[in-house]
């Protein structure tokens, strides 16, 4: 038995958001390296989407895997209690660095999903220390968290899986997505439903999340800075923390370092991971005020209350310290704006096709909403076919290369997309 066995792995292997009783085949990749994926077959194949963001300086990077190979014949692992060790203090200077800075102290956690659990019971006991209990946070619709609990709890209600937990996810509160979109005209009464809810409960509001500017699983829309900036004025003068979500925009994506600079705001709480390492380990940050932290370290417990086995990795920690590095040496921001200005040449000119609804770009962020939902097994093929992978959702044909990717290859990754939209059957189109 070979072990590019699809068979096995459909009848024995869950997948993100899988069936196991019908189940679509998933593509056996045996290497990547660069912006290739090469398939069991032989075939090698151009990664649109960073598998999810992270892989922002492509695969196999030599750098990255020189970090990994050094640190691993000094140690894999070491319990982060009780122990602290030179890359986990390398990271937390660099990142220090990087963000504004009244952000000082750092929790490392494991994975995305985790860090928003950690900014949540951060918010919490921040209350609890000042002799509060505060339960609720305030988050806009059409957002995403990630699927643990309290980060499905602020996802989208309708759009996530609320209605699949319902009753076991605590209550929220959600005000209207901001309708003044980046780059054009700002809708002053947009904040309005964010200040109404805010104004009516902010007793009970232990704090603030959301996504800066770049909505992402919830509907790839790039919001009005304005908006994130009238929701800082807020939260400042109910003294609420604001929890800033960067962990799909986060190290560049967005044409900004972080996408929050857009609206000239320092977060109080800021959750990383994704890119952090360059998409070679699962590892995430949350940072925050020192004020914060020392208000929960003189609180009733006296510490926060969190300590994942896996905290603080030393793998994870030096390559993300190396992944950091490349990103200055290899000018992410030129990078990032050369695959903005050819996204907008290439794809813009489809808001003009029957069957989309609209094209937005962002940074190396290019987004194709089409008026249909996808099929995503038959178009997921036929882009295979092309040499691409891009891995559309609902009716979101989407692309976050690589910053390294070159002219050439992004073509092909928007060709792609552009044929595509000729297939009917590639979408469920309602006659
Ligand atoms: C992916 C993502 C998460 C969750 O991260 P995981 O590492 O998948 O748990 C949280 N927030 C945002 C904005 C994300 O894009």
């Not at 998933?26 to 077959?41: E, F, G, H, R």
């Not at 319990?79 to 490392?108: D, R, S, V, Y």
């Not at 609320?162 to 809708?187: Q, V």
């Not at 994506?253 to 380990?281: H, Q, W």
């Amino acid at each position: 038995m070979n072990n590019y066995d699809t068979n096995f792995d459909l009848k024995h292997i869950w997948h993100p958001y899988s069936s196991m009783c019908n189940p679509i085949t998933a593509y056996p990749v045996i290497s990547a390296k660069k912006i290739y994926l090469k398939l069991s077959n032989g075939k090698r194949i151009i990664d649109g989407m960073s598998s999810w963001w992270s892989a922002i300086h492509g695969y196999n990077n030599p750098i990255l895997n020189r970090a990994l190979k050094k640190q691993i014949n000094k140690m894999s692992h070491v319990m982060f209690g009780g122990i602290t060790h030179p890359p986990a203090i390398a990271l937390c200077k660099n990142l220090i660095l990087l963000t504004p800075k009244e952000l000082e102290c750092i929790f490392l956690a494991d994975s995305g999903s985790v860090a928003i659990e950690v900014s949540m019971k951060m918010a919490f006991q921040y209350w609890q220390s000042l002799g509060f209990v505060k339960k609720v946070f305030l988050t806009i619709k059409n957002g995403y968290h990630g699927d643990t609990f309290a980060a499905m709890s602020v996802c989208d209600p309708k759009k996530s899986m609320h209605n699949i937990y319902n009753n076991w996810l605590p209550k929220h509160l959600f005000a209207k997505s901001p309708k003044s979109k980046f780059g054009k005209k700002w809708l002053s009464e947009d904040i309005n439903s964010f200040y109404a809810l805010l104004k009516e409960n902010h007793k009970i509001i232990a704090g603030i999340i959301l996504e800066p500017i770049v909505q992402g699983v919830g509907g790839m829309n790039f919001y009005h800075p304005n908006y994130l900036y009238e929701v800082r004025l807020l939260a400042n003068s109910y003294k609420i923390p604001l929890i800033i979500d960067e962990i799909a925009t986060g190290f560049g994506r967005t044409g900004k370092l972080f996408a929050y600079e857009y609206a000239n705001i320092v977060p109080d709480i800021l959750c990383l991971g994704k890119s952090i390492t360059g998409g070679t380990m699962t590892l995430s940050a949350v940072i925050s005020t020192r004020h914060i932290a020392e208000v929960i370290s003189q609180g009733i417990c006296k510490c926060l209350m969190h300590g994942p086995t896996f905290m603080g990795n030393p793998l994870a920690c030096s390559v993300a310290n190396e992944n950091i590095k490349i990103l200055k040496k290899n000018h992410w921001q030129k990078q990032v704006k050369n695959i903005e200005k050819q996204l907008i040449y290439s794809l813009l000119p489809l808001n003009s096709h029957e069957k989309v609804y609209d094209v937005r770009v962002l940074g190396a962020i290019g987004v194709v909403e089409c008026k249909y939902i996808i099929n995503i097994k038959k178009i997921q093929k036929f882009f295979v076919s092309q040499g691409v992978w891009i891995r559309p959702f609902k009716n979101l044909i989407y692309i976050t290369p690589p910053y390294i990717i070159d002219k050439k290859s992004l073509k092909k990754l928007t060709n792609a997309i552009i044929l595509s939209l000729n297939y009917n059957d590639f979408f469920y189109i309602n006659l």
